[in-house]
């Protein structure tokens, strides 16, 4: 039987990585036995990820999908024309892949907000990738500050338990 990798056993370890505008995703399929990370460039992978659950859990579902939003803008933009209304057709693509997750809705419609914003004032492209990033740091944060609850929890229960002096039994 295969052994769990040391990496897959980590206390906090991230599943999603996004640099050099490429985003990687921890194939949560090969969890516990094996790490395996999987590069995607374009909307349509990143679907077909949340599609087959390779990424699991409504907010990686929703931060992939802000991602894959990314990764459409600039493959859109490069082919020139009107972008910003083809794109609709990478909103639609992503929010099909799991119609039911409310976090992929909350992300998209989030990153639609964000585009429409700075359409026609800044670098749309930076904006959307500038979005993506608050999305996933935001999600990291969150997940910290309940950590950190959890702790101090467990500590004055602990402390409480500790300090009641034990009564005999009747």
């Known amino acids: ?3 769990p990798s040391s990496a897959a056993s980590d206390v906090y370890k991230r599943q999603i990585e996004w640099r050099d505008s490429t985003l990687y995703l921890l194939d949560q399929r090969a969890l516990p036995f094996e790490e395996s990370w999987i590069a995607y460039d ?3 992978g990143v679907a077909e990820a949340i599609r087959s659950m390779v990424v699991c859990g409504a907010p990686a579902i929703g931060i992939s999908a802000a ?3 990314v990764l459409a803008a600039r493959g859109r933009s490069v082919a ?3 972008w910003f209304t083809v794109l609709e057709e990478d909103f639609t693509l992503l929010a099909d892949a799991a119609p039911a997750a409310v976090n992929l809705s909350w992300a998209l419609n989030r990153m639609r907000e964000r585009l429409e914003r700075v359409r026609e004032h800044a670098d749309p492209l930076a904006a959307l990738e500038a979005e993506a990033l608050a999305i996933h740091e935001s999600d990291r944060e969150a997940n910290l500050t309940m950590a950190q609850l959890g702790v101090d929890l467990i500590r004055r229960l602990s402390l409480i338990h500790i300090s009641e002096p034990t009564r005999p039994e009747r």
Do not use: E, F, V
């Open 67 to 69: 991602y894959g939003l």
């Open 80 to 82: 020139g024309g009107d």
């Open 1 to 3: 039987t295969p052994k």
């Open 42 to 44: 374009s909307a349509a």
